[in-house]
């Protein structure tokens, strides 16, 4: 390997270290589930986490749709093998009777929803479950950087930027048992920089997105960043660092709201129901 990669891998622990550290995500007592894809970051995540002497499993949601998942799939089940780590899978289909396809053919016409915005409640709504019938104290996902700006970006462009208030390092900050805080140690990490790592690394991963993921609304805003950033470099962290500043002003003195549980299925939620049987409701009405 040469020098400069070397040199790279070892900035890049350092920073994710550093995040881990500064901003308390983890003890070593913590018994962790890593949300894994199967992609660069969560697996970068879940090896990092191994690596630091935390207690990381992995969790995989088998989103069964085609190729792409099912090579996903394949990927992370080697790679914990061959790291000796453990690996539950859940299946949403089975577990849940929804699959992305279903999903997709419900929503299909209608403005309001996407099968990204229904596949991405599902999945902290099935991680939540998983984690606490675990006994885990975390989830720690892999989200990076370059997620956290489009988060940021689409929050304004849909004209609620307070949605992300609650954003950082650590969310789920609720003091609530059936609530499992979330943390995310790539959180400071440039997208690009996960995926050298994980390519100097020689993980065995797919590079290329979700076959759905053109119908997300964040895909659109990761193009723009891209060129944002080619032509203003810093750009995505200037972003994100400076609406942190902002929020934590917002949030002194407030006091956090009030965490209820959805009367469908028991789950934290902000209202009444939780976002998943207000979607699910909505699309078996539909
Ligand atoms: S898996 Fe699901 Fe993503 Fe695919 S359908 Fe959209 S939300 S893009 S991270
Ligand atoms: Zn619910």
Redesign the pocket.
């Known amino acids: 390997m040469k020098p400069a990669d070397r040199k790279f891998l070892e900035q890049f622990e350092g920073r994710v270290r550093k995040t881990i550290r500064d901003h308390k995500l983890l003890a070593r007592k913590d018994r962790v589930l890593v949300a894994c ?1 199967g992609g660069k970051d969560s697996t970068t995540v879940l090896y990092l986490l191994n690596k630091f002497g935390y207690r990381a499993e992995g969790l995989i949601i088998d ?1 069964q ?1 085609g190729s792409w998942s099912g090579q996903n799939l394949k990927n992370i089940l080697e790679f914990c093998n061959s790291k000796g780590l453990k690996l539950h899978t859940v299946s949403l289909k089975d577990g849940y009777g929804f699959d ?1 396809k279903r999903i997709r053919s419900l929503v299909a016409g209608r403005k309001d929803l996407t ?2 915005m229904v ?2 409640v599902m ?1 902290r709504w099935v991680l939540n479950r998983k984690a606490r019938e675990l006994g885990a104290g975390k989830i720690a996902t892999g989200h990076n950087l370059d997620d956290e700006a489009q988060t940021c970006i689409m929050n304004l462009v849909n004209g609620n930027p307070k949605l992300g208030i609650n954003m950082g390092p650590r969310t789920g900050l609720v003091d609530d048992p059936r609530f499992v805080p979330r943390v995310k140690p790539l959180f400071f990490s440039l997208e690009k920089d996960s995926r050298r790592y994980s390519e100097l690394m020689g993980f065995t991963v797919l590079y290329r ?5 053109g ?2 609304q ?2 659109k805003m990761r193009d723009f960043l891209d060129i944002l950033e080619e032509r203003q470099p810093g750009a995505k962290s200037r972003i994100v660092d400076s609406t942190l500043g902002v929020f934590r002003e917002i949030r002194k003195g407030v006091r956090p709201g009030q965490i209820r549980h959805c009367s469908k299925c028991g789950e934290p939620a902000r209202s009444e129901t939780c976002k998943v049987c207000q979607v699910l409701g909505e699309l078996e009405a539909f």
């Open positions: 894809s989103l749709m992305i099968a990204c596949c991405g999945k997105r979700c076959p759905y993921a119908e997300g964040r895909w």
